[in-house]
């Protein structure tokens, strides 16, 4: 009787656990393949993973998050007491709030979906990685990529992305991304990134697809991990994949910086929004009415104190996302009455504007700047090399 009471309890045990399976995979629209390669990837980042992504098709649903309501209070609550771990399980639905107005129905379509799921700011992490952040980091190195470009990844990580200590301060470095835009890429991309991540243990990667609009996400999302992680870091550069870098120069101008509401790049002035529906950077009047965007840094790349990132990041929960993510956070910054201020070393159009200027490819103009945007692997990889050759420059341009 005991063996047969013993298989019985092994059946129901088994039983449910099917159950469980059967009713996730249903829920989430999954393959039975495609539900157990999250498990696996739970168990790699012990987070949970589970959310309907931003870019996804829309569903029509009863309930949503309306903007003035309870939202707001438990994001307020969640940052004052101090979360010490990444707990998101986002169910995010459509909100149809205006779906009826006019001026909505008149917007392209990616601006209709940006509006729709617009509140949907937080996202399980699919991959995590706090230790990064553990003992005292005086430069935080975060670099936006996507899921595709491993190449570019390689070749930040051979050249300015190298982790080192100079005089006693930690250099750290780490890649935010999201999952592969392309539904068919998805699977053996992430299997790919596992790997990657696993060698060199410098992904962060959040439960949202890669695309532009989603950079703002990418952008929040990275400000809430910073608070939640990293007590005890001092500065924190952000930039592009596609820039060169000098960390040694950025930490020379460091030197000179006291504890403040430090944010420095290629600062843009009464920059215009873009309303040619052809341009990348194109916004309807139906979404910012404004003549001008407040100041921010673009282009590739800034730098900033991570006190000031902790205020950015309390302030952005009470800010709606905007599409442009460096304006984003210009808008953040003009609520917190901090000017970024502009620093001749961010080169955002290459080092001249004339992309076929031969200054462009001139290292002994290089050596002396703090960003320069933009390089493909290639050109990276051969302009570093060449910065940090037996370099003879017949003037030195002071700019730091």
Known sequence: MALSGKKTVYKSVLLSFVLVITVTVLQRGMTPNQFLQNQRKDLLSQEPVKAQKRDDVLSVANNFWKKDSEPVTKMAATTEKQVKSWDVTTNCTVNLNFSKDDWFKGLEPNF?????????????????????????????????????????????????????????????????????????????????????????????????????????????????????????????????????????????????????????????????????????????????????????????????????????????????????????????????????????????FGIVKNKNSKMNKEPCFFQNMLVVHKLLPPELLRMWDLVHSNLTCSRKLYIL
Not at 307 to 320: C, F, G, I, P, T
Request: charged fraction near 25%; charge should be neutral; proline fraction near 4%.
């Open 112 to 348: 209709k979906q940006f509006l729709l799921y617009r509140h949907c700011r937080y996202f399980p992490m699919i991959i995590n990685h706090p230790e990064k952040c553990s003992g005292n980091i005086h430069l935080l190195i975060v670099v936006k990529s996507i899921i595709t470009q491993h190449d570019r990844r390689e070749a930040i990580r051979k050249t300015w992305g190298q982790e080192k200590e100079v005089d006693g301060k930690k250099i750290r470095t780490l890649f935010l991304l999201g999952v592969a835009s392309k539904e068919e890429e998805r699977a053996n991309y992430q299997k790919l990134l596992e790997y990657e991540n696993h060698i060199y243990g410098d992904i962060l990667q959040w439960d949202f697809l890669d695309s532009f609009f989603n950079l703002t996400l990418k952008e929040v999302n990275f400000l809430k991990w910073l608070n939640i992680y990293c007590d005890n870091v001092r500065f924190v550069f952000k930039g592009d994949d596609d820039v060169f870098v000098s960390p040694d120069n950025i930490l020379d101008y460091l030197e000179d910086q006291k504890a403040g509401d430090l944010f420095t790049g290629d600062v843009l002035y009464k920059a215009k929004p873009i309303r040619k529906k052809e341009n990348k950077y194109y916004i309807p009047t139906a979404l910012y009415s404004k003549t001008h965007y407040p100041p921010y840094a673009g282009g590739g790349g800034f730098l900033m104190d991570s006190s000031l990132a902790r205020k950015l990041y309390k302030v952005s929960e009470n800010l709606e996302l905007y599409p442009i993510d460096d304006v984003f956070l210009g808008m953040c910054l003009e609520i917190l009455k901090v000017t970024p201020v502009a620093h001749a070393g961010f080169k955002t």
